[in-house]
């Protein structure tokens, strides 16, 4: 079945600097890759997703990135602030069962 | 809509009581996803059902858990007999028909087990 990695675990970084996050995963075949963000102590919530058919896809101060022959994608947010302060969670469709699988998680400490 | 919906938010049980947990999903939905969330493990995903009908259980930790999805709008977790290694958030989420569409999360049920 499908693993996803993520990488780092925590990342802090200064109120304005970007903050990049890393995932790999291993089906071949999965062609949906969403990305999620849980606040302390609520629901996780998508923020942004990506289909195989592109390579790159901005919303506002955040971008997913995918590369497909590496099996690797990422999400980018610029101008950090706090309120982006949170968990973030890739994952990758399972082809199989249509299942979305989550990574590990980024715990992401915007510092004012 | 007022989103998913799950009961109780929280649940304090002690070792060997059954547990049940349960989920609306918003109307119109035709999938409904069982995870849990701990620290170690991070969202897992239990048991997946679409148009009321399960469609992968290999999440599901052992038998002392069930699911039910008896109509369209009702879905159980179940652990019976619960163990201090249950402990954990357990989150239903719902979607559109296809699972590639956004999963909309409920606010979770947060389990201890003593």
């Known amino acids: 079945g499908e693993n996803v990695e993520q990488h780092p675990s925590t990342l802090s970084v200064q109120e304005g600097d970007s903050a990049v996050i890393k995932c790999t995963y291993s089906?071949?075949?999965?062609?949906?890759f969403p990305w999620y963000k849980q606040e302390l102590g609520k629901r996780p919530q998508l923020i942004i997703d990506i289909r195989s058919n592109v390579g790159e896809k901005k919303d506002q101060r955040i971008a997913v990135t995918l590369n497909k022959t590496a099996k690797h994608f990422s999400l980018h947010i610029t101008e950090t602030q706090p309120e982006d302060s949170a968990v973030y969670f890739c994952a990758a469709m399972e082809t199989r069962y249509d299942k979305v699988i989550f990574g590990p998680g980024t715990s992401l400490s915007v510092i004012p | 809509d007022a989103g998913v919906i799950q009961s109780p938010r929280h649940e304090v049980t002690e070792m060997g009581q059954e547990v049940t947990l349960r989920c609306k999903p918003i109307?119109?939905?035709?999938?409904l996803f069982w995870y849990r969330q701990t620290m170690m493990r991070g969202l897992e995903l239990l048991i997946y059902f679409n148009n009321n009908v399960p469609i992968d259980d290999s999440g599901m930790p052992e038998d002392r858990f069930s699911a039910k999805m008896p109509n369209a709008s009702f879905s159980t977790l179940k652990i019976q007999p619960s163990e201090p290694r249950d402990s954990a958030v357990y989150f239903c989420?719902?979607?559109?028909?296809?699972?590639?569409?956004?999963?909309?999360f409920g606010s979770g049920t947060q389990l201890s087990v003593l």
């Open positions: 109307s119109g939905h035709n999938s």
């Open positions: 989420a719902s979607s559109w028909d296809r699972v590639w569409e956004k999963l909309f």
């Open positions: 089906d071949s075949a999965s062609n949906y």
